[in-house]
């Protein structure tokens, strides 16, 4: 009896993961861990759903929030298809950290999975000796007084989608400051392009439409 209970227990599990919208055909969800929380990151499955709330607006004012560029120099442009494998391979493993470069108001209202705060601002006048402590949480070491970034993280940043550029305001200082390039990778679809495609979300306040 216990052998068929449990027969037929594996055979309702591989139905739960048989999703009717996958993330990609061999990939049903990703878990990560958001703050001491375990979180299943998969895409909508309602085939109607649709995007009723800020990042359903197609246009905003430009300047400030216009189109930009794919790329930035020398660092890796990576999709949502990469994003979440980053999730999968590079946050589970503990080897990387989605960083989230938006205001906390953004943050706190709603945010990827996993991803922790470095608002963009903070690096707009920032100091050695906070830049240091920032580092060192994304694993830079200090070496005979000098920053040792070979154990640190990779990071994969983001911000509101493709008509923002907080992304590009705290890479680039980062980079003047010695964070490794290679060590860096740009989601530029953000928040807008996950959503887009039915991600889940960690949801903490409403959030309107700017």
């Known amino acids: ?30 878990t990560v861990m958001h703050r001491g ?20 607006k197609t246009s905003r004012p430009c300047p400030p929030f216009c189109i930009h560029p794919i790329k930035l120099e ?6 949502t298809l990469e994003m979440v494998k980053f999730l999968r ?29 470095i608002p963009f601002v903070i690096f707009e006048k920032i100091d050695r000796k906070k830049a240091e402590k920032i580092f060192k949480l994304l694993g830079m070491e200090v070496k005979n ?33 010695g964070y490794p390039k290679e060590k860096i990778y740009w989601y530029r679809n953000g928040m807008q392009g996950w959503k887009l495609l039915g991600l889940t979300t960690v949801v903490q306040k409403v959030n309107k439409a700017k």
């Open 37 to 56: 929380i375990k979180i299943k990151v998969m895409r909508n499955q309602d085939p109607e759903h649709l995007l009723l709330d800020d990042y359903s």
């Open 145 to 177: 007084g000098r920053w040792d970034f070979s154990q640190a993280k990779e990071i994969a940043v983001f911000c509101n989608g493709v008509w923002c550029d907080q992304s590009r305001r705290l890479i680039e200082p980062m980079i003047q400051l």
């Open 89 to 117: 391979d590079k946050v589970n493993s503990g080897k990387g950290v989605v960083v989230d470069a938006r205001l906390p108001s953004w943050y706190k209202a709603e945010t990827i999975p996993s991803a922790i705060n």
């Open 1 to 30: 009896m216990r052998r068929w209970f449990l027969i037929i227990f594996a055979v309702f599990a591989m139905a739960q993961e048989d999703l009717l919208i996958k993330i990609a055909p061999d990939i049903s969800y990703v």
């Open 74 to 79: 020398g660092i890796k442009t990576i999709a």
